[in-house]
């Protein structure tokens, strides 16, 4: 095995196709998550003894350090898309990244990828933006070197985006369009985000030198929410309703939605819809490291197919 790899936060959508990559690749690897017995689902990615998970808060700094410690790669994917309990913006997304800055630099940890979102930016009304601008500048702050990575939407089998989407139309006779769906959003396949940490770990080679560097990552292809729901319909082969509601209707429900345990939309996630989610025309992407970004007709019918009429089989 080649290098030890920690990865925080791992047992989600993009950090479970992160863990099998470096599996292939031989790499031991750490794995930092809430709640280990729920992830041990990554082990068999793995030989016997490749994979170690860990539970437990990312937030207390003897077990971040402990993982950090033997590590010659960290790869941080905390983040939230709403506050919950404990789960705050300004600690997971404002503070860790520096904390794991300040110990990479402590154990010298060659490289730091933390993946952070397109939108991030001190300016921005959304706390959820504020807090991930905040974080870049603390991990940058604390180890130079680290590199950046900020996705648009990531889409591929397990995504949360097009199949709550495709899900929502198997049972309700319409689709949102927040704002009328004129917001734009440049989906990333997720296995294009793995290339990419691919070449941030030095697995996969590649011309640029990324340690220090903020890469924005989106698909092919610049789409609307309305016609991302378009597609959505297309693949599953439903007919429903594209019902435009107005922001500041959204934001008046999100007000009572907040006070539901989990709720379905948050005033600042409203926000964020008044925001296109696209790759800004002089930042670094995909293309600056080599790789082809896919299309989602490529990958869609993979998956969203078992939302048709009578199932994936279905003529």
Known sequence: MQKTVTVIGGSGFIGRATVE???????????????????????????????TLVSGDALNDEILESVIKPADAVINFVGILAETGGQRFDT???????????????????DVIHISAIGADVNSSSVYARTKAAGEAGLHSAFPDGIILRPSIVFGPRDSFFNRFAGMAVKAPALPLPGGGSMRMQ???????????????????????????VFELGGPDIYSFRQLMEITLLQTRRRRLLLPVPLSLMSLGAVFAGLLPSPPVTVDQVKLLKMDNIVAKNALSLADMGITATSMDAILPSYLARFRPGGQFSR
């Open 187 to 213: 989906p990333v396949y997720v296995g294009d985000v793995v290339a990419a940490i691919e070449a941030c770990v030095g697995i996969r080679k590649i011309k640029i030198k990324p340690r220090g560097k």
């Open 92 to 110: 997971l997304q404002g503070v860790l990244p520096g904390k794991i800055g300040m110990l990479a630099t402590k154990h010298d940890v060659t």
């Open 21 to 51: 990559m470096l599996a292939r690749a031989r790499m031991r690897v750490i794995v930092l998550c809430r709640n280990a017995e729920r992830a041990k689902y990554l082990k068999p990615m793995g030989h016997v003894g490749q994979i």
